[in-house]
Structure formats: structure tokens, C-alpha cells
């Protein structure tokens, strides 16, 4: 039946115009404040710990106790787990737009507060930073259900994954940008304000301005998230969301018109025969929604959390491999905002050779090759690099390989991004009836979010050696980086499984996908029988 909207069929056939890219840049601005504000907090971690943790006569530099360092890094984790869930249950209730704005508030508001601080003493300073930094993190859980939705509901069928893609795509240019700008305020204030190295003045190499250095890089957040408020309100409600939901055809047919500039007729009586079919509403909690998408979402939630703890894993590695390649000497030889130079600068690098390509090589090839073949092949291939790491671990140790450790590293989260980090990002978008298409999507990202979790807290514990000499200050013995590795890799294995529960989505409308186009009298929904079909010949 609602294949049959005219509205809709626009949507699903308009070739590639102006406002699917005005749509890409107003959700993809989201996603690019959304990776600044996540991945910022790493820039500054040390930073943080010279300033507020210094200890007199200690030989090295002050850092953040394991407690709070695990606060301050995974409060927004907590956060944006509860903001996917809450704002992607209210984007189903209330509409993708009216929800989008206070997402974007949110975000800007908490941006400007975590660079705030109500006392100069550490506990208070930390406390204020995590508050802000959870709700920071609430506003961005909600930009994921909803911008993925938004999307969706807006592409065409022929390049909807790519255009999807581009939002998250986003992320890479966020994180660089993070870089980028930290490597610009470190470096005014290191012309600026010169100081010595930690070994040869340690109280005299943490400038006080280095105060300022930290909360300016957190505050930048709120002003692409601002920039881009006024264009969010002015979107119109998405035309699947006011006819299959609102069920107002007629406000559905004028938003449409005026966006695709064609006129669309307003197909009133057709929109009631849906809402008084039976067989397309069914809530959440139900046996049909169980019979016909219990298994998608199963394997959307379960990919995209084993995908999310190797993910975030590679912040455990990250710090030896900036130190084995050079990028990053020994703390006690720099100064405080030489040291946030040094760590921007690396992450930059990464981002730019390993993050961004993977992410755009996606966007090139989703629609061509589909979502199922990408998603298997990303995991396939982190499978196998994760044990080519593992397996002669001892040999990437020795100083003469280290570069071989680094570039198998770095195609590792390449083929992350140009595979399972980007597809379970789609795919739960496409493939769930629009009334449920933005909750189902917040479940699966949250259940990311929990990997997330798993990934950099349970590995930083987990990765510490079986030596107790050899462990990090204030952590206990784990079972090593060698065995940590291999856990990755299973966990990858895995996700290679989970993954043939979810269908295929390539050149389908989101109608035939979720069997909205299903009446009572219909045997089976198409998403149904296509789900069952589709994953096994892309094998």
C-alpha cells in the first residue's frame, strides 16, 4: 500500500539534486560536532593530568588517576548510550524535526559548559567536566538515530546508502578537525608562552595558560553544531514520517512538493486505507514485530556492538605506537602544550592516512557492491589482522619491525571504516517500518555504545600485563596486549557471523524493506522473504 503513495515514489525515484546534498551537510554537520566532541577529550587527557594531577619531585609528569581518567573519557559513552535510546524512542513519537533542534541545543550548550569549571581545585574541575560531558554525550546519542533516519527517509533508492554514508562519513572530517585546531592553539600558545622541558624545570613546564588550552579545544565544539541550528528548523518533517506516521497526507504532498519541485498530489483516502490496515501496526514488543524483524534487529544490535569493542580498542595501542614510531618521545622530555602538539599531530596523521579514505571508500562502493558484501569483508579482514598482530606478536615488538605493526594497524581500522563502521550505521535506517525506524535504530547504536564500553574500559584493564612491575600506575595485572589481540580477533570472527543475520537493503525502497507495502491479504512481507534469500549468494 504504501509503495503506492505518489509522495513517496517521488522520493524513491528523484534523481540526485541540490537538496540531497543541503540534507547530507545539515546531518552530517551533526556528525562532524559529534566526532569533535568525542574524540577531543583524548587530545587533552594528558594535559589535564599535568595540570591537576602534578606531584612535586615526581619523576614523571602528573597524570589522571586510573578512576578518573576512566571517567572523564567515558562519561559521554554513558551519555550518548542514553541519549540513543531516549531520542531515538522520542524521534518515532514526536518527528525527526522537532526532536533534531533539541538534540543540536544540547549539544551546543554542553560544548560551552565542559570548558567551564565552578573552583580550580582537581575534584571540582573533574566533577563539572563529566557532568557536562554526560549530557554533551545525551545530545549526541540522539543525533544518531535521528540523522540516519532523516537521511534515509529523504535519499532515493539508488544512492541511499552512499548518502548515508556521507553523514557518517562526517566523523573522519570531526576527528580531523579536532586535530587540526588542537595543533593550531598549541602551537599560538607555544610561541607565546615558552617554557622548558619536564626534566629540566617540572613546575616551570605546565605554563598556567595551559589552563586555557584545554577548555578552548572542548568549547570549539558548540560552533559548527551552532552554525547549522537555523538550517535544521528550516528542514521540513520528513514525507515518510507526516504520511505513515502523522498520517497527514496532505502536509506530507506540500513539504514534498516544495522540496522536490514537483506537484504532488495529496492522497488523503489512501493514507487512511493504511492507517486502518491492521497488519502494519504492530508495536515494538509484540510476537509480529518479533516474526518479522526480531532476527534483523538481532543483527544489527549484535554487529554493531562486537564491531564497537575492536573499535574503541585501538586507543590501547595507540600511545605505543606513537611512542615506537617517534611521533611521540618520552613525556618528561616536553613541555606541557608541546606534549598536546605532539598528540594532535599523530592523531591527524592517523585520521588522514587510516580513518577518512576507509570512510569515503564506502560512501564510492556501498550502493555498487552492497551493504552485506562490505560489512562481510570489513570484518573478514579485521579477523585476519588482528591475528596477523596476535599470533607473532613477540616479532612486532623488536624496534626494526615496528613499521610492519603500523601499517598492519592502520589497514585494520581501515577496513573498519570501509566496512562494519559504516554499514551498521545504514542498515538499521533502512530495513525497520518508519514508526519504528528511529527506535530501532537508537537500540542498535546504544548496543554500539555498549561495545564502545567494553572496548575502552574492559581492554585497558585487560591489556595490562601479567607482570605485575609492568602495569600501568594504579591498574592490575591483565592478561597482556598479546592475548587481548587475540580476544579482538574472535570478536571480529564473530561479528563475520552475526552478520549474515542482517538483509541486504541495496536498491530496495525502505516500504519493501520493512513490508510496509504489505496489506492483510499479503502472505508474507518482501522484506522478509528477501532477507532470507539475499544474504546467502553475496557469500
Given at each position: ?6 509522495v ?6 528523484a ?23 568525542l574524540?577531543c ?6 594535559l ?10 615526581a619523576?614523571?609528569p ?20 542514553s ?16 526532536v533534531?533542534?533539541m ?9 560551552v ?6 573552583s ?18 545525551f ?18 533508492k ?12 562526517m ?47 572542548l568549547?570549539?565544539?558548540a ?10 528548523m528550516?528542514m ?8 505513515l ?14 522540496v ?29 514485530f518479533l ?15 562486537l ?30 602544550i608541546d ?15 587510516s ?6 571508500f564506502?560512501?564510492?562502493f ?37 613499521i610492519?605493526f603500523?601499517?598492519?594497524?592502520s ?9 562494519p ?8 535506517a ?26 575502552a574500559?574492559g ?25 587481548s ?36 491479504e ?18
Open positions: 500500500m504504501a509503495k503506492e503513495l505518489q513517496l515514489n517521488a522520493l524513491d525515484v534523481k540526485t539534486q541540490w537538496y540531497h546534498f543541503t540534507a547530507i551537510i545539515i546531518a552530517g554537520m551533526g556528525f562532524f560536532t559529534d566526532a569533535y566532541d574524540f577529550i583524548s587530545l587533552v587527557t594528558k589535564l593530568g599535568r595540570i591537576y594531577y602534578h606531584v612535586d619531585g619523576e614523571k602528573g597524570s589522571l588517576p586510573p578512576n578518573v581518567a576512566a571517567a572523564v573519557n567515558g562519561v559521554a559513552f554513558c551519555g550518548t548510550l541519549g540513543q535510546l531516549f531520542f531515538g524512542w522520542l524521534g518515532d513519537k514526536m518527528g525527526r524535526k522537532k533534531y533542534g538534540t543540536l541545543m544540547l549539544m551546543v550548550i554542553c560544548s559548559a565542559s570548558g567551564l569549571s565552578f580550580h581545585d582537581a575534584k571540582a574541575v573533574m566533577s563539572t567536566l563529566c557532568f557536562f560531558r554526560f549530557w554533551l554525550g545530545g549526541i546519542g540522539g543525533d544518531y538515530p535521528l540523522s540516519a533516519t532523516i537521511m534515509s527517509e529523504y535519499a532515493n539508488k544512492t541511499r546508502g552512499a548518502f548515508i554514508a556521507a553523514v557518517f562519513a566523523q573522519g572530517f570531526g576527528i580531523l578537525a579536532g586535530g587540526i585546531f588542537a595543533i593550531i592553539i598549541s602551537s599560538a600558545f607555544k610561541a607565546r608562552f615558552d617554557a622548558p622541558a619536564y626534566q629540566v624545570d617540572a613546575l616551570a613546564s605546565t605554563v598556567p595558560q595551559a589552563d586555557y588550552v584545554w577548555r578552548i579545544i568549547m570549539v565544539g560552533l559548527p553544531a551552532a552554525l547549522t541550528y537555523y538550517w535544521r528550516k521540513p518533517e520528513t514525507a515518510r514520517y507526516t504520511a506516521v502523522a498520517k497527514n497526507a496532505k502536509q506530507a504532498a506540500t513539504d514534498m512538493s516544495r522536490l519541485q514537483v506537484d504532488l498530489e495529496a492522497e488523503e483516502q489512501k493514507v487512511e486505507q493504511l492507517t486502518e490496515d491492521k497488519s502494519n501496526q504492530f508495536g515494538l514488543f509484540t510476537k509480529k516474526h518479522r524483524h526480531g532476527l534483523h534487529l538481532l543483527g544489527t544490535t549484535t554487529t554493531w556492538f564491531l564497537d569493542i575492536a573499535f574503541y580498542s585501538q586507543n590501547l595501542f595507540q600511545k605505543d605506537i606513537f611512542s615506537a614510531i617517534g611521533w611521540i618521545p618520552k613525556a618528561q622530555t616536553m613541555n606541557a606534549e598536546v602538539y605532539r598528540i594532535a599531530r599523530a592523531q591527524t596523521l592517523i585520521a588522514l592516512c580513518t577518512v579514505p576507509g570512510y569515503w564506502t560512501v564510492a556501498i550502493d555498487r557492491i552492497g551493504r552485506f558484501a562490505i560489512q562481510l569483508m570489513g570484518f573478514f579482514f579485521m579477523t585476519v589482522f588482528m591475528f596477523a598482530l596476535a599470533i607473532p606478536y613477540n616479532h612486532w615488538t623488536h624496534k626494526d619491525n615496528r610492519g603500523v601499517i598492519i594497524y589497514l585494520t581500522f581501515f577496513f573498519a571504516n570501509f566496512g563502521n559504516a554499514t551498521t550505521f545504514v542498515v538499521p533502512e530495513i525497520f517500518p518508519a514508526r519504528l525506524r528511529s527506535t530501532c535504530h537508537g537500540i542498535s547504536a546504544a548496543s554500539g555504545k555498549l561495545g564502545a564500553i567494553v572496548g574500559f581492554f585497558l584493564y585487560l591489556s595490562q600485563s601479567q607482570n605485575k612491575d609492568k602495569t600501568d600506575a594504579g591498574y592490575p595485572t591483565g592478561i597482556g596486549v598479546k592475548n589481540l587475540l580476544v579482538l580477533g574472535v570478536v571480529n570472527f564473530f561479528g563475520i557471523l552475526f552478520t549474515f543475520l542482517v538483509p541486504e537493503s541495496n536498491g530496495k525502497s525502505l516500504e519493501e524493506m520493512s513490508g510496509e507495502n504489505e496489506t492483510d499479503g502472505s508474507v512481507p518482501n522484506a522478509e522473504q528477501s532477507s532470507h534469500n539475499r544474504t546467502v549468494p553475496l557469500v
